[in-house]
């Protein structure tokens, strides 16, 4: 491998990204210590730029460092997924209400662009397991960000995007509880956007804050079980 900087943080991103992935799906159960030599292993790197990702990860609430010499993935729970999800509503209604305040057609636009890129994908990928499919994960992360995109306050948006990061995993155990037959994501989705498209904020900010409630209460019920 490269000893070249540039290259060595090129491969830890990468990794950062395929790590996540498979925490999402469940490929690491929250936890269990990650054997460094093993993920080397896994996703064929070198230790240097394994480290460096997990670290990184570690800032997002995914894994957490052990006495500093090694890691683990983080712990999920009932409390911590309420907590979350009250703080992200917050925010995330404030920063959509101001979006809306300031009439931005151009941020109109991208959201709708955001929507219709998120709409044609599907939530999962074929085959028994179900996992979330990677291109709707990227696509349903950029639409909530282009939701909030709108927003003037940069540490507004960097905290909201704080809590995206934390939800990721919740988001992905509630659809291995069938989102099909419990929710049609795609219709809260649409509904977000309508009320956006006629600028409605209180509209919108209320179907926000539903759209977290309702994966809140599937994982919540799976928690508990």
């Not at 919108?204 to 309702?214: M, P, R, T």
């Amino acid at each position: 491998m490269s000893s070249d900087p540039s290259t060595a943080r090129t491969t830890a991103s990468s990794l950062q990204f395929a790590i996540r992935q498979d925490l999402i799906n469940g490929v690491f159960p929250a936890g269990a210590k990650l054997r460094i030599r093993e993920l080397a292993e896994r996703y064929e790197v070198g230790t240097i730029p394994l480290r460096e990702a997990l670290s990184r990860l570690c800032n997002t609430g995914f894994i957490d460092a052990i006495d500093q010499k090694g890691f683990r993935v983080s712990d999920v729970s009932e409390d911590e997924l309420l907590d979350i999800t009250r703080t992200r509503q917050q925010l995330e209604s404030l920063a959509l209400r101001e979006a809306i305040s300031r009439h931005d057609g151009e941020w109109e636009g991208r959201v709708l662009a955001a929507y219709h890129q998120l709409k044609r994908l599907p939530l999962h990928l074929e085959g028994p397991d179900k996992d979330i499919n990677p291109d709707w994960e990227r696509a349903h992360d950029a639409f909530h960000e282009t939701l909030i995109s709108g927003c003037s306050s940069k540490w507004l948006k960097r905290f909201c995007a704080t809590m995206r990061e934390q939800t990721a995993r919740y988001r992905a155990l509630s659809a291995g509880i069938g989102h099909a037959e419990q929710r049609n994501v795609d219709a809260e989705h649409q509904a977000i956007v309508d009320a956006i498209m006629q600028r409605d904020a209180d509209r919108a900010c209320e179907l926000l804050s539903g759209h977290f409630a309702a994966t809140t209460r599937l994982v919540a019920r799976l928690l508990q079980e």
